[in-house]
């Protein structure tokens, strides 16, 4: 193992597991310490496995149940004379189901890298504690709370997406509106959410991306490295997530690498805010975007067939499709030609296989998104960048390589 690398495996998932079909989930182990803990002393650091790699959120999110006996520190609202203290609370939608759970601060081992005192999400899993979600979370996870390791499908996840932190200034200011996450107080003494309120966090209290908190060499992006899978599939597929971008010979980033910048002009193109342009089909989809943590292609094309009673596509032979992929802000930029196949999901899945290249699925009626998921990455040293970390080669964008 190198200084700046973990090892990353798409696998079944962890004891209790029973989403259907357990496909495509990339799984990595952390180690959480209490603030300034060793990592040799059990006491105060707890090692994670089956934590999902998504490259589509921000921050880490473990199960409460994991790290309990660590009692990790609350991240605190209060201010100075009042006479309650309060604590923070979050709400984590996702496209499909939601997270709720208390925020601490904790150390996070990556490895043999450490970033210190980060915020983190501890995920209510305990179906018996006095702050269940509250009922507009809920709402806003369509009513699909996943509070175990069986509806989560992993023990956590670890956000490593383009940004610092999981919101920003919306948060900052106390603002949800068309946010998807969202901060509580709740006073640490509450026997119900209903005394749980939205409120406004600071930058530095809110959950922080593992990666940016590296120290210098590692923290500007990462580079997932993965096998080429070739469909029916393969029973597992191991592969390195390396840390950090141009500062050492595993991360340093290929002349001939294709590379697409994410929007950042929320002003005029809030659709491709931190994401990118796919062409497909004559269709221009502004907001597409790479993501692990999202188990197939998801698009829109009505000639495909459904599997039965799902939103897969079970066309009756596998096929060669290919699509465009360009800037954000500018979808005439940087276009290149990307090639990928579809294949029949109920095939696919009907084995005792985990990695699939070619599961494919329908995006939401009217969804201007083109989800490029884990399939994407098979075969292909993908370079993601953290946007305003020193370093980033002006960030944010995407890049990949091909062997």
Same mark, same amino acid.
């Given at each position: 193992?190198? @200084? ?59 199960? @409460? ?19 309650? #203290? ?27 890298? /450490? ?15 006095? +702050? ?17 390791? &069986? &509806? ?25 509106? *068309?946010?998807? /996450? ?77 590379? /697409? ?48 009673? #799902? ?36 095939? +696919? ?12 699925? &329908?995006?939401?009626? *009217? ?37």
């Amino acid at each position: 193992q190198a @200084a700046n690398n973990l090892r990353v495996r798409v696998e079944d998932g962890p004891h209790g597991f029973s989403l259907a079909p357990n496909a495509n989930i990339l799984y990595v182990t952390v180690t959480v310490c209490v603030p300034g803990g060793s990592p040799a002393n059990p006491a105060e650091c707890q090692v994670i496995d089956h934590v999902q790699v998504d490259t589509g959120s921000v921050g880490l999110r473990v199960l @409460a149940s994991k790290v309990k006996a660590l009692n990790l520190p609350r991240v605190t609202l209060s201010a100075a004379g009042d006479a309650v #203290t309060r604590t923070a609370w979050e709400c984590f939608p996702f496209v499909v189901g939601g997270l709720w759970g208390a925020n601490a601060g904790a150390d996070v081992w990556l490895g043999q890298q /450490v970033g210190t005192r980060i915020p983190l999400q501890l995920i209510e899993d305990d179906t018996q504690a006095a +702050l269940q979600a509250t009922s507009d979370c809920v709402s806003a996870a369509d009513h699909n709370v996943l509070d175990s390791a &069986a &509806a989560l499908g992993s023990n956590g996840i670890l956000g490593i997406g383009s940004t610092t932190l999981d919101c920003g200034q919306n948060c900052e200011a106390g603002d949800y509106t *068309g946010s998807f /996450v969202q901060y509580y107080s709740c006073p640490q003494t509450a026997t119900a959410s209903a005394g749980c309120s939205p409120t406004a966090v600071p930058a530095a209290l809110q959950v922080y991306n593992p990666v940016a908190a590296l120290p210098a060499a590692y923290n500007n992006g990462v580079v997932l490295k993965m096998p080429a899978v070739t469909d029916p599939g393969a029973a597992t597929a191991s592969g390195e997530l390396v840390f950090g971008l141009n500062s050492l010979p595993n991360n340093t980033l290929p002349a001939t690498a294709r590379k /697409v910048f994410l929007g950042v002009d929320y002003l005029n193109r809030p659709d491709s805010y931190l994401n990118v342009t796919t062409r497909f089909n004559g269709q221009s989809y502004a907001s597409s975007y790479l993501d692990t943590g999202t188990n197939g292609l998801f698009f829109s094309d009505a000639a495909q067939i459904r599997c039965q009673g #799902t939103t897969w596509y079970c066309p009756a032979g596998t096929q060669n499709l290919n699509a465009q992929l360009s800037d954000g802000d500018n979808p005439l930029a940087n276009a290149v030609t990307v090639a990928f196949q579809l294949a029949n999901a109920e095939a +696919l899945f009907s084995t005792n296989n985990t990695a699939f290249s070619g599961a494919a699925g &329908a995006a939401p009626a *009217g969804s201007v998104s083109f989800a490029w998921g884990m399939p994407f990455f098979y075969g292909k040293s993908v370079f993601l960048s953290i946007w305003q970390q020193a370093g980033a080669l002006s960030g944010p964008w995407y890049a990949w390589t091909t062997p």
